[in-house]
């Protein structure tokens, strides 16, 4: 498990999933598995935290650091069961920008 975090972005050597800094404000981040909400420096850790150790699925509800995700997860908002969903589904950006490479080959 490594987390790379940067001045404007974090990544993960286990999940897909990353986070950046929101372009003119110094103070938000947007994490790809929470399209639409807004965190603080801490949040967006806290967020790529949880995707780095629940991103590989192979971890659930009876597993003893189970307890850690349900931490996590009400640090941001939700509850442990529904940020496993959504870090399991692909990133948004990915999408985006798998679209747009798309269009730009046309």
Known sequence: ??????????SSDRTPHSARLMPGRA????VSW???HRLDR???ITAM?????TGPGDLHP???QWVFVEGWA???GLRAGEAVERISQPSAWAAA??????EAGE
């Open 74 to 76: 009400d640090e941001i």
């Open 27 to 30: 103070h938000l981040w947007e």
């Open 62 to 64: 009876d597993d003893h």
């Open 42 to 44: 801490n949040g967006a």
């Open 97 to 102: 920008e798998s679209q747009a490479d798309r």
């Open 1 to 10: 498990m490594a987390l790379t975090i940067f001045d404007d972005s974090m």
């Open 34 to 36: 929470l399209p639409g």
């Open 49 to 53: 935290v949880l995707a780095d150790l």
